[in-house]
T-cell receptor, first 114, second 114 residues
Framework: DTEVTQTPKHLVMGMTNKKSLKCEQHMGHRAMYWYKQKAKKPPELMFVYSYEKLSINESVPSRFSPECPNSSLLNLHLHALQPEDSALYLC?????????????FGSGTRLTVV | GQQLNQSPQSMFIQEGEDVSMNCTSSSIFNTWLWYKQDPGEGPVLLIALYKAGELTSNGRLTAQFGITRKDSFLNISASIPSDVGIYFCAGANAGGTSYGKLTFGQGTILTVHP
């Protein structure tokens, strides 16, 4: 299994809603990542988890809250988002000992905030 | 911080033509990755380069890690319509505060006319 699976594929939420994005991988990777991507722009790193611990937070607003409940799962909890947060949210995973090996992205969740 | 200059920004070519794109950096990287992204999907890893001077092929794709470690190029031979998409280069350095971080180029949008 060489896939990173993200759900849901599409999400529309209001600014007062709470929702969660989910990511799952079964490649034995112990490094997992959240990225945000605007149309025709490169992905921007948000968070890095290594061995289920948050190792990098790229100054992301607190309305985005990551969680890594186990080595296969990564969640991104969303609350009180703004329309400008609408984007494609990508999850990725890689080997933690050599983090740029096997760096695999999921298909993303297309988020629209209304 | 580190920045990658990817060129060209876009290309319009005829089916069967060869394509070349490149990335340059103001500082060195010890890993270069090339990704292709289709609309609504996540980036898919095409080629990974881990050693300066390395030349690697994957089918019709060939990529090289520049000897100065500040640049990389990707060639696509005999283009076909399914080559359409956005191509991103990404540079990385292992360890320390750079752990797991990819620095992306701005992307090359490739259009192939049948």
């Amino acid at each position: 299994d060489t896939e990173v699976t993200q759900t849901p594929k599409h999400l529309v939420m209001g600014m007062t809603n709470k929702k969660s994005l989910k990511c799952e991988q079964h490649m034995g990777h112990r490094a997992m990542y959240w990225y945000k991507q605007k149309a025709k722009k490169p992905p921007e790193l948000m968070f890095v988890y290594s061995y289920e611990k948050l190792s990098i937070n790229e100054s992301v607003p607190s309305r985005f809250s990551p969680e890594c409940p186990n080595s296969s799962l990564l969640n991104l909890h969303l609350h009180a988002l703004q329309p400008e947060d609408s984007a494609l949210y990508l999850c990725a995973s890689s080997r933690p000992d050599r983090p740029h090996y096997g760096y695999t992205f999921g298909s993303g969740t297309r988020l629209t905030v209304v | 911080g580190q920045q990658l200059n990817q060129s060209p920004q876009s290309m319009f070519i005829q089916e069967g033509e060869d394509v070349s794109m490149n990335c340059t950096s103001s500082s060195i990287f010890n890993t270069w990755l090339w990704y292709k992204q289709d609309p609504g999907e996540g980036p898919v890893l095409l080629i990974a380069l881990y050693k300066a001077g390395e030349l690697t092929s994957n089918g019709r794709l060939t990529a090289q890690f520049g000897i100065t470690r500040k640049d990389s190029f990707l060639n696509i031979s005999a283009s076909i319509p399914s080559d359409v998409g956005i191509y991103f280069c990404a540079g990385a350095n292992a360890g320390g505060t750079s752990y797991g971080k990819l620095t992306f180029g701005q992307g090359t949008i490739l259009t192939v006319h049948p």
